[in-house]
């Protein structure tokens, strides 16, 4: 076959077509998205949620009478009339005790109990796991009287102890709930390691897990911290005498039927404010790490 007629049989190369250039890995479709679609809403959103605390601000700086947008010149006689005069002092260092005191029992409850359900299996566990999630839903305010009467018994009325009780028993269900899916998380092989080594129960736990729990209890912990500085309902209920009111009661003290001082009330707000904003600006990190991890089984 002469060399005309191969080139005759044989057909020319298709040219390749290029392929269409691939994504960046990880690369997804509303990451192309301009930057203003993205930062136009979060300024909107931004926008309204400063606005409300920029009015108490507002209220709580500028002079009594004043209508200005701009609290200038500036005063602190709200502040210094709600810590005085109306007994705010008393009122933050009750609120600070009933959440300290909260956090320590709540946390150190929940993590025995969250063990527990994480590390043992017992007959009742199903039946009590849906008894704490069913607690749930359950109003504090529907068991008012019931607590009363109880808190009545045991003497307990017109003391702090009464709140701290039960704030600890309506933050115990979650908090178990979080603390024994945050265990699940920790490789059990772990401990046994640690048995091998010489180790008890208790040891083990204290050396290998407790350490690993930091992120779940810090967010146990705040949760609960938060939860019964911002409670009103118990701090009304059980405690009569204003010496032993936190914060939320004083509050509601600077409302009257006839009228409302909103320079006081704006600078008793920012005080109440002020403590639950600087706990979370330091604990952020690992309250997201603990409430992620705690929210799903591992």
């Not at 008012?144 to 003497?155: K, W």
């Amino acid at each position: 076959m002469s060399v005309k007629e191969a080139t005759k049989t044989v057909p020319a190369p298709v040219p390749a077509t290029p392929e269409p250039p691939r994504p960046a890995k990880g690369r997804r479709a509303w990451d192309e998205a301009p930057r203003w679609q993205i930062y136009l809403p979060l300024g909107i959103y931004l926008i309204f949620t400063l606005i409300p605390f920029y009015w108490i601000l507002l209220f709580s700086l500028r002079p009594a009478g004043s209508t200005s947008l701009v609290p200038w010149p500036m005063t602190f006689d709200h502040f210094e009339k709600v810590w005085t005069e109306r007994s705010f002092g008393t009122y933050f260092t009750n609120s600070v005790l009933v959440g300290v005191a909260t956090l320590i029992m709540t946390t150190l409850v929940a993590l025995a109990g969250g063990y527990a359900l994480a590390r043992f299996d017992f007959k009742v566990k199903r039946a009590f796991m849906l008894g704490l999630l069913c607690s749930q839903f359950v109003p504090g305010a529907l068991l008012l009287v019931p607590l009363f009467e109880i808190f009545a018994e045991l003497q307990m009325i017109n003391s702090l102890g009464s709140v701290i009780l039960a704030e600890t028993v309506f933050q115990l269900p979650l908090s178990m709930i979080l603390i024994s899916n945050f265990i699940k998380n920790v490789p059990y092989s772990l401990e046994e390691a640690a048995w091998v080594d010489g180790c008890n129960r208790m040891t083990a736990f204290r050396i290998v897990v407790l350490p690993l729990l930091r992120p779940g209890l810090i967010a146990v912990g705040s949760f609960a911290f938060v939860h019964s500085w911002n409670h009103f309902l118990f701090a009304l209920m059980f405690l009569n005498n204003q010496g032993k009111q936190t914060i939320p009661v004083g509050l509601n003290s600077l409302m009257s039927a006839d009228s409302v001082d909103l320079g006081a009330l704006a600078a008793g707000g920012i005080i109440a404010a002020v403590p639950v904003v600087i706990v979370f600006a330091f604990i952020q990190k690992w309250l997201i790490t603990g409430f992620s991890a705690g929210a799903v089984k591992g």
